[in-house]
């Protein structure tokens, strides 16, 4: 049998072709605690990175690790197509976990402290603190903080008190007696949220232009003042992770929006997933914690500094240091906007291409502000996923209910950590006379569509916004995304009947242009790929260059690896998790994995098949994951305007393909290393954009 008959009957779902999704989740955390790590980024950036890296674990633990623990408790595993139980990859990612933590800790300590201190930003510690700020801060302690404090002497009257998810707290060591004759012993003191965890001293006490305390210093300085008259012989900051995936039985509630609130009620207290405490901290003290949150020494991590250490990002906005900074950049108009009175004349005569945060998401705002106001326009439809607090355009969107448009926003509660402010959210649709629906039980709407109904010259147009990413004016500064702005009448109708489809009730409904998960993308995709291995076994030019957030559904993964085999050439560019193995001699050794880890976030989905010749690109809403393709509302659309394809080839594709100086090489055994320019040129993909459309 010849090589590569052996290869195409390798059985392509053996587990050893996997990566685990959870470690390779967990490995992108490293890449990003490198930014922190590389001394070319300035050095208030280098600090967000650090805490980028920390807080990314954090949800690490809340949503990933908390599903392991999950299925092991319910004896209900859910095996990968890695084939790697929930027990052992526990057993991994402690010890991933745990190098990750040292290699943070080591980077404050060792590098970032010393670093910032030169540059006059201190985290002023006790043993270092003046008479005269000694003096402030217990002042500042008695009238800012004192008050608010509740602690809670632990006996028989006093049980463990209900720990929020997250949150400072420290356990106190007390000897002696009480007002009451009681024996002191143990005490909790938990921070509450509304205390700022950093405190800035003012200028008249301060030996520098930057003088930070943490508060469980300051706390931990003046204990004994919340305990008089006992002994404090010591006290160790601790914080508690917790699951904080919502469980709904969407067909077992008649109103989502009042079982999401019952929920997020509770979710700050829900099963304990992970301590983090002192690394002074006794081993009597540790094990009360444990057997208090029912955990084992296995989720027990110590910090060489303070537990919450993402929160050190507090300071990033005091600093005002732009030489410490990336430096600003302005955002250009989209050229086919520039100088436009009205964006719906536009769009009815040409497609118009969003790059952003290289362009302005001010465009869409526009959009929907101008449609609000133009008395030719019937309706609009709009799909909110994480959209943020204080957003014009739902001041836009109630403002064209007011006006007399029939407005429909599809708003998905769902949304992981953002539930909370999208039913504030659709209450104030609600309140303001919009329809607001909640989507479809059981699939999460996560497709970025919005539709304006126009009446023209006697007869009704459709314009259309399309996007990789969410409607959100804060992200869409720090993301990269593509939105498509078009009057496309194929296009127009496609999204129209995705959105009776979300309203309503009915059978799948076909579409003429886009591709829509869970009915079309999944096979789309399976079909595009296998065309291209048609053309490689026809001895054709076959490629398929695609970029994304994430890969990890088994389908799709096989497809790939049979077309690999054909021989068709295979460039993937995954920020995140892959548990795709490249370079496996006679399955994977046609495809390229890069990761390029930057500035901003990199969060397009852009599909591009060779097509021999004849080329077809696609923007999306959808990672290549199994809960995108198969369990929720997504699209995926052509870019059909010659020019704009070039567009979005040259600039998401062929631009982050040449990176050599912030991409990852994806090795066979999950491994990535760093790549270097050696005789080549310096590019980076995203400065390259900067210098090329930004100001």
Known sequence: MTLLNSAMHRD?????????????????????????????VPLMERLRYLCISNSNLDEFFEVRVAVLKQQIALNTPMLGPDGLPPGEALHRIRARALELVRAQYAFWNDVLLPALGDEGIRFVTRDKWTVKQKRWLQGYFQNEILPVLSPLGLDPAHPFPRILNKSLNLAVVLKGKDAFGREGHMALVRAPRSLPRIIRMPA?????????????????????????????????????????????????????????????????????????????????ITEMLMANFELTEQDVYRCAGPVNINRINAIYDQVERPDLKFPKFVARIAPALAGAQNVLDVIRE?????????????????????????????????????????????????DAARNGKDV??????????????????????????????????????????????????????????????NYHQITSKLYTDFGLMTADTDIGEDVHKMFQQLSGLGTAIKLKRLLQSPFTLHKGLIEKIERE????????????????????????????????????????????????????????????????????????????????????????????????????????FPIVDPALAQRVYDEALANFLADNT????????????????????PHSAQLALLARLCM
């Open 12 to 40: 392509l779902t053996d587990p050893s072709l996997y990566l685990n999704r959870e470690l390779a989740q967990l490995e992108f955390n490293f890449r990003v605690l490198a930014q922190a790590q590389d001394p070319r």
């Open 350 to 398: 040409q497609d118009v291409l969003l790059h952003h945060p290289f362009e302005s998401f001010a465009a869409v705002m526009e959009l929907v502000r101008q449609a609000s106001q133009d008395p030719e326009v019937l309706a609009i439809k709009q799909t909110l996923y994480r959209v943020g607090d204080h957003s014009p355009l739902v001041n836009h969107l109630i």
């Open 533 to 636: 291995i048609a053309h490689a076994r026809a001895g054709r030019p076959a490629r398929i260059i695609a970029k994304m957030n994430a890969l990890n559904e088994a389908g799709v993964i096989q497809q790939l690896y049979t077309a690999s085999i054909a021989g068709v050439q295979i460039d993937l560019i995954v920020r995140g998790a892959c548990a795709l193995r490249p370079g496996i001699a006679g399955v994977s050794e046609n495809i390229r994995v890069r990761s390029v880890i930057g500035r901003f976030l990199e969060h397009s989905r852009v599909y591009w098949f060779g097509n021999d010749g004849a080329p077809e690109i696609y923007c999306a809403s959808a990672d290549w994951m199994e809960r995108n393709l198969l369990r929720r509302i997504e699209t995926c």
């Open 408 to 469: 429909t926003v599809v708003v998905e509660l769902r949304a992981r950590f953002d539930e909370e402010a999208n039913i504030r959210l659709a209450n104030r649709l609600q309140e303001a006379g919009v329809q607001v629906v909640y989507g479809v039980v059981g699939y999460k709407t996560h497709a970025k569509m919005l539709l304006i109904v126009r009446r023209e010259q006697g007869r009704l147009r459709r314009y259309v916004h399309l996007s990789t990413g």
């Open 662 to 681: 912030q991409a990852w090489m994806l090795h066979a055994d999950g491994t990535y290393v760093r790549t270097e320019p050696g005789e080549d040129m």
């Open 204 to 284: 008249e006490v301060s030996e520098g232009p930057y003088d930070f305390v943490f508060l469980a210093g300051l706390l931990q300085q003046f204990i004994d003042e919340m305990f008089p008259g006992m002994r404090v012989e010591g006290s160790y900051q601790f914080r508690v992770t917790r699951n904080s995936e919502l469980v709904v039985d969407e067909d077992e509630v008649e109103n989502l929006a009042t079982a999401l609130s019952d929920e997020l009620a509770g979710r700050g207290y829900a099963h304990a997933v992970r301590l983090e405490i002192a690394e002074t901290c006794p081993k009597p």
